[in-house]
């Protein structure tokens, strides 16, 4: 395994006494992790340096052709001061496949989840202490080859971020309400909408706009050939309680394979509910509404974990869910997933990675 | 209008002696325009300054979520040595309509050609003046917002750069092979087909990577729907003469609105030939290519202007198209454009816009 080279700053910052202030995304750690790709040296020069701007030059490729993928994930700070990951080789082996299908060279996972582990030994003091809060991790690749002709670049920086973080939905688990796009679509098969690559949140921009306009929180996709089944919303996967079984739509390739998702999915099995992952139509949840058999419909991802839905919209039709409120399954995954992620809870499946 | 502000090089370059040399987008001109854009400010600060890279923070959102534009055309010295550009105005009309689809601020599209038509005026020495050569000019906007929610941005960054560029393509008009994909998928009605964004570049990459692998240059893409009709290539619209019909597909939202596309159609009926914007499948194509009646392809854009197509492969069909070699419509198309565009002939549809 190559050595990472350590950088530490000279002008060290600390976390606001008022965690609460934190909110998301907006402010980050001292250092960053580094590491850049020519097809010569392959992957080289990894690093831990203090977080600063990049210079890049305008005809830096990521800047004109798209050519860039992400991750994101959390560490927790557990009661007894540990810091806990969760499941963070499903994070890298997901960049690897959206790595694969934007064409950009592979990394060794392994060595990544070491030079995670690293940066945030150097920046443990910024993983936030108080309940609900947590340390966003951002891992990301662009293209930098200096030039303007729309193929594949021969160089790509390798960077991660990280951000103290308080609760990303202001609203915590309030219910929110979700618009059923029936004009644009997010991703088609055959396209790149298993990959975590920016232009599959450009595409959504102008929908989630709209959707806010109209006073709805996020955007639910139907697929784009057909436009009757159901896809995911902006940056969760989706789960219908109809009766007795818990559905989620198949990963299917035009959708993210959520590693809350699927985390879900096998708590569910481990508990011996009837889960099935499958296609389901807006018609089914419809039926399944109008019967009184739509139960519960919440979103899973990383920066909410779940997100109970609580008003449903498609073209005219207004569904309220449970009475907008939190169902019980919806607050039993969120308490055991939590609680798993923050140690609370014991970690059955392995899924919590300890950073020391 | 805005005032300019302009901060000349204090270490101005010039042309290499042999422009032969100058290859395409690698090379660019000493200065570059750049203007930003608040909430608070709207567009402010329009600039001319030393071509320099930019300083962005790690957490910028165009490395993350895509919400970039760009436009491409060219400007060309004429024999009387003075420099025209090519509907320039359309360019500049397109971004507004990309930008409008990615939930980026609108431009004024007079002020950018004034703009460019200044930057151009600062930079004149880097138009260059070998036949086939021209100043490639590529405005572009970035999302600038620091922080990682995936939302529209609040901060842009609008640049334009120029590249003293030779031939795009270095085999010039000769006959190129194109590969139609049955397996990947570029654009969908209802997602962003219709924008010059970079994900629109990103998601083609593996498939023109797997058509170089096989010796085609660029893929012709099909519709994301029923996989049926042609869309475009990948930098380039496509014309079809079959019989005495010059065929291109319509300007359907997935595809992009091509200037060479457009002016190509308007020479066409100008000159009284029968030209159809319409749907037309891979089939038709096909059927035509038995019944020998498909006369000639080509491709159509700023960079090549026309490129013929000399072989046409679909599954496990070859197609080779007016025995690989340029046909006459081509031809006749390419130097009735180029010879316009180089103010070698006459004008008559008031497209070229003199630099000074
Ligand atoms: C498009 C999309 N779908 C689903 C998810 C949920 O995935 P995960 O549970 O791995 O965070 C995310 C966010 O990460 C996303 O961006
Ligand atoms: C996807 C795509 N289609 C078509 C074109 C041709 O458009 P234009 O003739 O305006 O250059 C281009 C290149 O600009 C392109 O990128």
Same mark, same amino acid.
């Given at each position: 395994?190559?050595? *990472?080279?350590?950088? %530490?700053?000279?002008?060290?910052?600390? %976390?606001?006494? &008022? $965690?609460? !202030?934190?909110?998301?995304?907006?402010?980050?750690?001292?250092?960053?992790?580094?590491?850049?790709?020519?097809?010569?040296?392959?992957?080289? &020069?990894?690093?831990?340096?203090?977080?600063?701007?990049?210079? %890049?030059?305008?005809?830096?490729?990521?800047?004109?052709?798209?050519?860039?993928?992400?991750?994101?994930?959390?560490?927790?700070?557990?009661?007894?001061?540990?810091?806990?990951?969760?499941?963070? +080789?499903?994070?890298?082996?997901?960049?690897?496949?959206?790595?694969?299908?934007?064409?950009?060279?592979?990394?060794?996972?392994?060595?990544?989840? $070491?030079?995670?582990?690293? %940066?945030? +030994?150097?920046?443990?003091?910024?993983?936030?202490?108080?309940?609900?809060?947590?340390?966003? *991790?951002?891992?990301? *690749? =662009?293209?930098?080859?200096?030039?303007?002709?729309?193929?594949?670049?021969?160089?790509?920086? @390798?960077?991660?971020? !990280?951000?103290?973080?308080?609760?990303?939905?202001?609203?915590?688990?309030?219910?929110?309400?979700?618009?059923?796009?029936?004009?644009?679509?997010?991703? /088609?098969?055959?396209?790149?909408?298993?990959?975590?690559?920016?232009?599959?949140?450009?595409?959504?921009?102008?929908?989630?706009?709209?959707?806010?306009?109209?006073?709805?929180? +996020?955007?639910?996709?139907?697929?784009?050939?057909?436009?009757?089944?159901?896809?995911?919303?902006?940056?969760?996967?989706? @789960?219908?309680?109809?009766?007795?079984?818990?559905? !989620?739509?198949?990963?299917?390739?035009?959708?993210?394979?959520?590693?809350?998702?699927?985390?879900?999915?096998?708590?569910?099995?481990?508990?011996?509910?009837?889960?099935?992952?499958?296609?389901?139509? =807006?018609? $089914?949840?419809? &039926?399944?509404?109008?019967?009184?058999?739509?139960?519960?419909?919440?979103?899973?991802?990383?920066?909410?974990? =779940?997100?109970? /839905?609580?008003?449903?919209?498609?073209?005219?039709?207004?569904?309220?869910?449970?009475?907008?409120?939190?169902?019980?399954?919806?607050?039993?995954?969120? &308490?055991?997933?939590?609680?798993?992620?923050?140690? $609370?809870?014991?970690?059955?499946?392995?899924?919590?990675?300890?950073?020391?």
């Amino acid at each position: 395994m190559q050595d *990472i080279r350590i950088e %530490l700053t000279q002008n060290p910052t600390h %976390l606001p006494e &008022d $965690e609460s !202030t934190l909110g998301f995304g907006k402010r980050f750690s001292d250092h960053m992790f580094v590491m850049d790709y020519t097809v010569e040296k392959g992957w080289f &020069d990894p690093r831990i340096v203090p977080y600063a701007p990049i210079s %890049l030059y305008p005809s830096t490729m990521c800047f004109h052709y798209g050519q860039t993928t992400f991750e994101g994930l959390k560490a927790y700070r557990t009661e007894k001061n540990e810091i806990l990951l969760f499941r963070p +080789q499903q994070n890298f082996k997901r960049l690897n496949i959206s790595d694969d299908r934007l064409c950009i060279p592979k990394l060794d996972e392994e060595f990544c989840l $070491e030079a995670l582990k690293k %940066l945030i +030994q150097i920046d443990e003091k910024f993983v936030p202490h108080s309940k609900g809060t947590s340390l966003y *991790i951002r891992p990301f *690749i =662009i293209a930098t080859e200096p030039q303007l002709g729309a193929n594949s670049s021969t160089q790509y920086k @390798f960077i991660i971020i !990280t951000s103290p973080s308080g609760v990303y939905y202001s609203s915590g688990l309030n219910p929110v309400k979700i618009y059923v796009e029936d004009n644009y679509v997010r991703a /088609v098969r055959g396209g790149m909408g298993m990959a975590k690559t920016g232009g599959n949140y450009a595409v959504s921009l102008k929908s989630q706009v709209n959707a806010h306009n109209n006073d709805y929180s +996020q955007v639910l996709w139907l697929d784009g050939v057909e436009r009757k089944y159901i896809e995911e919303v902006g940056a969760m996967n989706i @789960f219908f309680v109809i009766g007795d079984e818990v559905v !989620t739509p198949e990963i299917n390739g035009s959708i993210l394979d959520g590693i809350t998702r699927k985390s879900m999915v096998e708590l569910l099995k481990k508990e011996g509910k009837k889960v099935s992952e499958r296609r389901i139509s =807006i018609q $089914e949840v419809e &039926d399944a509404y109008e019967n009184g058999e739509l139960k519960e419909v919440f979103g899973t991802g990383t920066a909410a974990v =779940i997100s109970p /839905v609580g008003v449903l919209k498609y073209k005219d039709k207004v569904m309220t869910i449970n009475d907008n409120k939190i169902g019980e399954i919806s607050k039993h995954l969120y &308490d055991t997933l939590t609680g798993i992620q923050r140690g $609370e809870i014991e970690d059955k499946f392995g899924w919590t990675v300890k950073v020391y």
